[in-house]
């Protein structure tokens, strides 16, 4: 790359990604490079940072943690790279795997890339209703069949038998969230200490062991372009680990919750009353497991629980001018209803099933 195209590149980089570094690091180590590199903030994200990078010839994403991030443990890039290139060839649609980078000098953060894949991201109401009724029915229950999917791989097969603790990880999961609400807090809220202490004195015995995405909701899937009920790809696996799968059950079905809109800016596609209802969606996901989801109401208040946290953690960070994008001034205001509504669902006040 001559000087002129370096300039050029560089005066197109997006906040938080140096593409001249970027390129050296894939003229190095990756696919290589068929010229200069430009790069976009792909919308969407509240945490890890995502980017589409072209060359002109081929495209990649480029996924690194958030600017002054509060909760590191979150922003493992490592670990979100090897579920997915693990998953490859499990049937779970993900993207293929490009190269990981955990040399901070390179871009100051640890960062991976990805293949981009093609096809459509179902953000927002207006995504949504742009579709069919039976278009929008048919994708609801296919991201149900997905989690199922991944739910049913045999981890140990694939290489992910040390990818985490399944004992004892709903018992860490409350404790690990509390420790994080202590790290990103920005004010009183006394309805957060009470869902804690619900659903710390009623951790059932986990339901199974599997791999959990961990934030697992319509808009982390892309969808083919032609068919809105094929998944081409999940994406955003930071959280994945080993855990109990109807945690991520729970958490995809809490999302379905209107108090979730303020977190992506109003209206989000998984709150719309078109898509199938709780309730369906939870039959569905049993028949299509063989799982029992008696205990369900821990599970959604533990879901509640988790969204609150991190959206606390994105309205600090909005705070602190570290944030890339619009709609994040929303965001704080969700947290007091997500509590309340994780509470009401924790003590038995939704039943779904």
Same mark, same amino acid.
């Given at each position: 790359?001559?000087?002129?195209?370096?300039? =050029?590149?560089?005066?197109?980089? %997006?906040?938080?990604?140096?593409?001249?570094?970027?390129?050296?690091?894939?003229?190095?180590?990756?696919?290589?490079?068929?010229?200069?590199?430009?790069?976009?903030?792909?919308?969407?994200?509240?945490?890890?940072?995502?980017?589409?990078?072209?060359?002109?010839?081929?495209?990649?994403?480029?996924?690194?943690?958030?600017?002054?991030?509060?909760?590191? =443990?979150?922003?493992?890039?490592?670990?979100?790279?090897?579920?997915?290139?693990?998953?490859?060839?499990?049937?779970?649609?993900?993207?293929?795997?490009?190269?990981?980078?955990?040399?901070?000098?390179?871009?100051?953060?640890?960062?991976?890339?990805?293949?981009?894949? %093609?096809?459509?991201?179902?953000?927002?109401?207006?995504?949504?209703?742009?579709?069919?009724?039976?278009?929008?029915?048919?994708?609801?229950?296919?991201?149900?069949?997905?989690?199922?999917?991944?739910?049913?791989?045999?981890?140990?097969?694939?290489?992910?038998?040390?990818?985490?603790?399944?004992?004892?990880?709903?018992?860490?999961?409350?404790?690990?969230?509390?420790?994080?609400?202590?790290?990103?807090?920005?004010?009183?809220?006394? &309805?957060?200490?009470?869902?804690?202490?619900?659903?710390?004195?009623?951790?059932?015995?986990?339901?199974?062991? =599997?791999?959990?995405?961990?934030?697992?909701?319509?808009?982390?899937?892309?969808?083919?372009?032609?068919?809105?009920?094929?998944?081409?790809?999940?994406?955003?696996?930071?959280?994945?680990?080993?855990? &109990?799968?109807?945690?991520?059950?729970?958490?995809?079905?809490?999302?379905?919750?209107?108090?979730? &809109? %303020?977190?992506?800016?109003?209206?989000?596609?998984?709150?719309?009353?078109?898509?199938?209802?709780?309730?369906?969606?939870?039959?569905?996901?049993?028949?299509? =497991?063989?799982?029992?989801?008696?205990?369900?109401?821990?599970?959604?208040?533990?879901?509640?629980?988790?969204?609150?946290?991190?959206?606390?953690?994105?309205?600090?960070?909005?705070?602190?001018?570290?944030?890339?994008?619009?709609?994040?001034?929303?965001?704080?205001?969700?947290? %007091?209803?997500?509590?309340?509504?994780?509470?009401?669902?924790?003590?038995?006040?939704? &039943?779904?099933?």
């Amino acid at each position: 790359m001559n000087t002129d195209d370096r300039m =050029s590149a560089q005066a197109e980089c %997006p906040e938080g990604l140096d593409l001249p570094a970027l390129q050296k690091f894939l003229e190095a180590s990756g696919p290589g490079v068929n010229g200069p590199l430009r790069g976009s903030l792909l919308q969407g994200g509240r945490s890890n940072l995502t980017y589409r990078v072209t060359d002109g010839v081929s495209t990649w994403v480029v996924r690194r943690p958030p600017l002054g991030g509060l909760t590191p =443990s979150a922003h493992d890039m490592g670990r979100e790279f090897r579920v997915v290139r693990a998953l490859r060839d499990t049937g779970v649609p993900v993207a293929g795997t490009v190269a990981l980078c955990e040399d901070a000098s390179v871009l100051g953060t640890p960062f991976s890339v990805v293949e981009y894949v %093609p096809g459509r991201v179902i953000r927002n109401h207006a995504d949504l209703h742009s579709l069919s009724q039976d278009s929008i029915t048919r994708c609801g229950l296919a991201l149900v069949d997905v989690l199922a999917q991944l739910h049913a791989v045999p981890y140990e097969a694939v290489g992910l038998g040390d990818f985490g603790r399944p004992d004892g990880y709903l018992g860490r999961q409350v404790n690990r969230w509390r420790d994080q609400w202590a790290r990103v807090s920005t004010r009183p809220l006394p &309805d957060m200490h009470r869902l804690y202490a619900q659903l710390a004195g009623t951790v059932p015995a986990e339901s199974g062991a =599997s791999v959990v995405h961990g934030d697992y909701r319509i808009d982390n899937a892309i969808l083919d372009p032609e068919d809105p009920g094929t998944i081409r790809a999940l994406v955003d696996w930071e959280m994945a680990t080993l855990g &109990d799968p109807l945690a991520d059950l729970g958490l995809h079905l809490v999302y379905r919750d209107p108090a979730f &809109d %303020p977190v992506l800016g109003g209206a989000a596609a998984s709150t719309s009353d078109r898509l199938p209802s709780v309730r369906e969606l939870a039959e569905h996901y049993a028949r299509r =497991s063989d799982r029992d989801l008696a205990p369900l109401s821990f599970y959604l208040g533990l879901g509640y629980f988790k969204i609150a946290v991190i959206a606390e953690g994105i309205h600090a960070r909005h705070l602190r001018g570290l944030t890339l994008g619009a709609g994040f001034e929303t965001v704080g205001a969700a947290v %007091p209803r997500l509590v309340a509504a994780g509470l009401r669902a924790a003590t038995g006040g939704d &039943d779904v099933v």
